[in-house]
C-alpha cells in the first residue's frame, strides 16, 4: 500500500506551503494558509458567501486504519472538503477530510485517512487551480495534474453506509 494510513496534517501543510513557495501555485503576492476543521460542512450560509467563502469537493485515493481493530485498507473514493477565502491580502483554506468506518467493526467509528505525497500534491494543485479561478479570476485548467490513476471503472464499489461524506449528505462518489 503506497501512502501512510496515518492523518498527517503537517504532510498537508508542508506541501501546501511548497506549492505556494516553490511552485508559485499562487503567485499574486497574498499570504494564504492552511487549516483544518473536523466538522465544518459543505453548505455556506448567506452571510458567508457575502463575506467571500466558497467550498470545493475533492474525491481522493487514501489510506485508512480502523482506530478499534486496527485493519488497515485503501480507498479510491476518500471525500475533502475545502472552504477558501481571499480578503485583503489574507487568504485562508479550512480543509476536513472525511473518514470511513470498517467494514468488519461497524462502530460508527470513522476512521482518518492517511495519504500518499503525490496524492496531496494532487489534491492541492486541483484546489489551487479553484482559487486562482474563483479569486483571481484565471482561467481553470480543467485538466490540472491529470486525472488520478485511480478511476471509478477500475476501484470497488462506493459502500456509503461506510462513508462519513455519504452520512453527512455531502459525498462527491454519488456525484460520479
Not at 17 to 30: Q, V, Y
Not at 111 to 126: H, I, M, T, Y
Amino acid at each position: 500500500m503506497k501512502g501512510s494510513a496515518e492523518w498527517l496534517p503537517s504532510l498537508w501543510k508542508e506541501t501546501f506551503e511548497e506549492l505556494l513557495d516553490d511552485d508559485n501555485e499562487l503567485d499574486h503576492g497574498d499570504q494564504w494558509t492552511l487549516n483544518f476543521s473536523y466538522t465544518q460542512g459543505d453548505t455556506l450560509t448567506t452571510e458567508e458567501r457575502k463575506r467571500g467563502w466558497k467550498t470545493f469537493c475533492h474525491c481522493a485515493f487514501g489510506n485508512l486504519k480502523c482506530p478499534s481493530c486496527s485493519k488497515v485498507w485503501s480507498s479510491a473514493k476518500v471525500t475533502l472538503l475545502f472552504r477558501y477565502r481571499l480578503r485583503g491580502e489574507r487568504g485562508v483554506v479550512i480543509m476536513r477530510p472525511f473518514g470511513q468506518a470498517c467494514r468488519s467493526c461497524h462502530d460508527d467509528t470513522y476512521a482518518r485517512p492517511g495519504f500518499s505525497e503525490e496524492e496531496v500534491e494532487r489534491a492541492l494543485l486541483k484546489l489551487c487551480a479553484k482559487i486562482r479561478k474563483n479569486c483571481y479570476g484565471e482561467m481553470d485548467d480543467n485538466d490540472v495534474g491529470g486525472e488520478p490513476p485511480h478511476s471509478k471503472n477500475n476501484s470497488k464499489p462506493h459502500e456509503s453506509d461506510l462513508c462519513e461524506a455519504c452520512s453527512q449528505g455531502i459525498c462527491r462518489v454519488k456525484e460520479e
